[in-house]
């Protein structure tokens, strides 16, 4: 789809680390909406001194949420009909992971998914985990919101920190692709834990900024910036930080295999030269030969541990 770009500016806001709050990050990328170009701004990602976390200064202010993400946004309804074998083969990708993340429960486990758009990943526990376990989901958007409820699913309104969610309930949380997207990971990252029973486990899978697809399309076009959408981003060192300053403990960090970043960076590096759009078409979530070709070289990387996505299993202290 050919975008025209927004004439008026975002209304901003300007930030430190969501870590440590220190305000002299480094700049480190520098880029645009180059996926739906819902503003004609210019963004800047700065890494901190300390924290290694990447951030983006300014964002978006809350204002700005309806329009930095559309109706046509791709988690507000991933589906077979638009996507075909890709949607396929990442369900089945995606629940190998979800159940092997979930791990052994209890038959009467109590799992919450944080930031769960259109309910994709809740639908997929629901068709491979166990009858009996009780699925809920969390979403600030009511557009994905309508979207997880047509599905059948459980799904609360509104942000983690504020809705009205039992406490020490839930044996296990999941924020898939969701901590980049939040303004204060801190803040929801406690609240989690304060729903987690004693023991319980968060699952947190984000863009990895230790990466080689980091490395070589960071200055601009990397895909994971994802321009204005992801506030943060993480590797294993920002990750464990975060964790211990809400008081989780790291049960493990991984990498894991992921092509969407190396697709849309490519994605990203072809619109900014104004290649064509049959061209740029190729390098998007519904192209199967690029998500192909880039699984299998990510999957090398991640051998070495270095794979485009990282995977951080969090506990809550008994």
Request: hydrophobic share 40%; charged share 25%; glycine share 10%.
């Amino acid at each position: 789809m050919v975008r025209m770009v927004a004439n008026d500016e975002l209304p901003l806001e300007h930030v430190g680390c969501p870590i440590c709050g220190r305000t002299d990050g480094v700049p480190t990328g520098v880029g645009e909406d180059f996926e739906y170009r819902t503003a004609p701004d210019t963004f800047l990602a700065l890494r901190c001194r300390d924290c290694a976390v990447v951030y983006l200064d300014p964002r978006p202010a809350p204002a700005a949420m309806g329009r930095i993400y559309p109706d046509d946004y791709h988690a507000f309804d991933f589906s077979e009909a638009d996507f075909g074998i890709v949607h396929k083969v990442r369900s089945r990708l995606e629940a190998h992971r979800l159940i092997k993340s979930i791990g052994d429960v209890a038959a009467d486990a109590r799992v919450l998914d944080v930031g769960c758009g259109d309910g994709f990943h809740l639908d997929l526990l629901r068709q491979h985990g166990r009858s009996s376990w009780t699925l809920e989901g969390v979403d600030l958007d009511p557009r994905a919101v309508e979207a997880a409820r047509r599905r059948g699913l459980t799904v609360h309104e509104g942000s983690v920190e504020t809705l009205d969610l039992p406490a020490s309930s839930y044996d296990v949380a999941f924020m898939i692709q969701t901590v980049e997207h939040v303004g204060d990971p801190a803040a929801v990252l406690r609240t989690v834990t304060r729903l987690l029973k004693p023991g319980g486990r968060l699952i947190i899978v984000t863009d990895n900024t230790g990466s080689p697809d980091f490395r070589v399309f960071g200055r601009r076009h990397w895909g994971g910036y994802h321009f204005p959408r992801h506030f943060s981003l993480f590797n294993d060192r920002s990750m464990r930080k975060l964790a211990g300053r809400v008081g989780l403990e790291v049960v493990g960090i991984e990498t894991i295999v992921s092509p969407v970043n190396w697709v849309y960076s490519i994605r990203n590096l072809l619109d900014d030269y104004g290649a064509p759009e049959s061209v740029v078409s190729r390098f998007t979530l519904s192209s199967p030969v690029s998500l192909g070709v880039f699984t299998l070289f990510d999957a090398a990387f991640t051998m070495a541990g270095k794979g485009a996505l990282i995977r951080a299993e969090l506990r809550r202290p008994v």
